[in-house]
């Protein structure tokens, strides 16, 4: 239950893009597979393209058909992955509602002392708000909604950290890279500037200062919890399954079963920017919203592979897409096909 909580809170606190509304993307001829070779555009020696996935364990690479021997091929090893989530961590504790002045003066934490969550909630919701809460997060009750949304976040957030840790995929390539003669370069040393947008986190808008609204948001951010936790499972499953060109569908599905969710909850001021912020989270941290980094790994990429051969390996859904790596390597000219077996890196 607890690594649940962690894939909820994950998807729905980390960095926002700006687009709010869910895309089904066109794939460049997506085939089933995770390790892509990079050849032609007068390259004396073939490169490779490794999508990663956070959770899966370092031996699940002896699964993957052609890995040993591409990894044997190269001179250097691109990673991304230890600074995506190094900037997710960091972004879980950072929210435009509470700064540091204002955690210090707790008189503003509390609730007034004639209201009660009783009172804001019909008897129904509050059976569900007190059943999600009362256990994980003792006397909720005396502090105000947007308080306790983020108390639960950093709850989560040591969740996280204890619990699953960094993309050990990457893991397991950076050992087998120190363990011989080759080289390691990191992607995310690229400077990316987020727009003001992209870098706040409005599932508790600052504009919230109604206990109501507050309340009927913090049900929403709790009944959205198992939509991600299946969002999560169900891509977890398909990329174990290595058909990275589906991982997209749980995306859209639960952006339909958001909206559906919402629905059933009474309206309230902000609840057009706790939608914004849910699909946000949809579109960006599962991984839509990748186009900035890719369009600026792209120049990294494309220097090393023409030094010498290079294995770049980022999370899986930096392949996909129209702006995805994949297609845009296409793009310069280069021929990015998929191993699907070790003839195929002849």
Known sequence: MKKLNVLFMLCLLGVLSCDFSSKEEELPDMQDALLWKISGNELPEPSYLFGSFNGIPGSFLDSVVGFKTAFKSVKQVM??????????????????????????????????????????????????????????????????????????????????????????????????????????????????????????????????????????????????????????????????????????????????????????????????????????????YLGYKTDQKNDLWMKKILSAIKKQPTLISVGVLHLIGENGLINQLRQYGYTVEPVLSDGDQD
Do not use: C, W
């Open 79 to 284: 990673l991304a992955s230890d600074s995506e989530n190094a900037d997710r961590s960091k972004n879980l504790g950072n929210t435009p509602s509470f700064d540091n002045a204002a955690m210090s003066d707790s008189s503003s934490l509390l609730m007034p002392a004639d209201t009660t969550y009783q009172m804001l909630y019909n008897q129904d919701d509050y059976a569900f708000v007190d059943g999600e809460l009362n256990s994980l997060l003792p006397g909720y009750s005396k502090r105000k909604p947007i308080v306790v949304a983020r108390e639960y976040m950093m709850s989560i957030k040591a969740l996280q950290q204890a619990v699953e840790g960094d993309n050990l995929l990457d893991h397991a390539i950076m050992e087998q890279a120190k363990g011989g003669t080759v080289k390691l370069i990191r992607l995310d040393a690229l400077n990316v500037n987020l727009t003001t947008m992209e870098q706040t986190q409005v599932y508790v808008p600052t504009e919230v200062s109604s206990l109501k609204d507050q309340a009927l948001g913090l049900l929403f951010f709790l009944k959205a919890r198992p939509i991600y936790m299946n969002i999560k499972l169900r891509m977890d499953s398909m990329y174990r399954q290595q058909v990275p060109g589906e991982l997209y569908l749980p995306i859209n599905d639960g952006v339909d079963i958001i909206r559906r969710t919402l629905k059933e909850i009474p309206e309230f001021t902000m609840k057009q920017a706790y939608k914004d912020s849910a699909i946000s989270q949809l579109n960006s």
